[in-house]
């Protein structure tokens, strides 16, 4: 699985459940699935502060989503996880790596396709204060973003940077010791982004959504109109159609498969074989929330 220090947000229900699943122990996988129809309506309720129908609405669209992901798309998830076992075992190149990127994206364009008609019905009916309301969101996330990864120095940026990264992989292989982490450091300290790049660039996003439910508003959009606008938005999110960047989007794609690959490298045989072992465990769980697909 790769790993790599870019931090997003998204209004999609399948990131929210991927960020839930990756942090999660696997003791309660299958808990936080079960609730992460409720933390998607929690997060995307603090953005838009819904009225009583919009809450009936998107509560029974975020339901319905969930009975869609449980019933096709975990059974998809079960063998990436089977070849990941194997694979976490084994040395990891770069290359491989980003081909297990590209199949984690891969998901996430289809489950966020899939949400298209339910985000487009709930587009259409926000009113001018629930847009305000959205950008007043907007900056107080962007503002917790600052607050956590970007210091006054470099240093201290590197610093937060290293330990998001290690958080995560201490998820998959335990603790890693001081070289490890040294190694961390010092790859994130030579890559060729920063915490400073990210906020812009998600800042460009939450500034072309607002700016698209507002013009979608201003015509009195059709649902059609509204779905091809939000998958036209959700595309230049995936494939920036500009220089630099698609440019900037390939190499930070590249050096995020590199630090995968190099820490990897780095860790030992105990620590390849528990996280083949926390990766059989969320195959097994997966298996379970499939058979209780309703």
Request: aromatic fraction near 8%; hydrophobic fraction near 40%.
């Amino acid at each position: 699985m790769t790993i790599t220090p870019r931090v997003t947000r998204s209004l999609s229900a399948s990131l929210l459940m991927m960020v839930v699943l990756a942090l999660a122990a696997c003791s309660v996988v299958r808990l936080a699935y079960n609730q992460a129809d409720h933390l998607a309506y929690w997060q995307l309720n603090r953005a838009f502060d819904f009225n009583d129908e919009q809450s009936v609405k998107v509560k029974g669209a975020i339901r319905q989503w969930f009975q869609w992901h449980r019933r096709t798309q975990l059974p998809v998830y079960v063998p990436f996880l089977v070849r990941a076992e194997k694979e976490a075992l084994a040395p990891v190149s770069p290359a491989l790596a980003c081909e297990r990127r590209t199949e984690l994206e891969g998901w996430g364009r289809k489950a966020i396709d899939h949400a298209v008609p339910a985000m487009a019905d709930l587009v259409l009916s926000l009113s001018p204060d629930q847009i305000k309301h959205l950008e007043k969101h907007q900056a107080k996330t962007n503002d917790d973003f600052r607050d956590d990864y970007l210091e006054d120095s470099v240093e201290d940026r590197n610093e937060a940077a290293a330990k998001f990264v290690i958080k995560v992989a201490e998820i998959f292989y335990g603790r890693l010791d001081t070289a490890q982490r040294d190694h961390v450091k010092s790859e994130i300290a030579a890559l060729p982004l920063n915490a400073q790049n990210v906020l812009e660039e998600r800042q460009v996003y939450q500034r072309e959504f607002v700016q698209l439910i507002r013009k979608l508003s201003a015509q009195k959009a059709t649902q059609a109109q509204a779905q091809q606008a939000l998958r036209e938005l959700f595309q230049q999110f995936f494939d920036p159609p500009k220089e630099p960047l698609r440019s900037q989007r390939l190499q930070w794609i590249a050096a995020g498969c590199k630090l995968t690959s190099s820490l990897h490298q780095k860790t030992t045989h105990e620590q390849k074989e528990k996280a083949a072992q926390r990766l059989r465990d969320w195959e097994s769980d997966l298996r379970i929330l499939n058979k209780q697909a309703t």
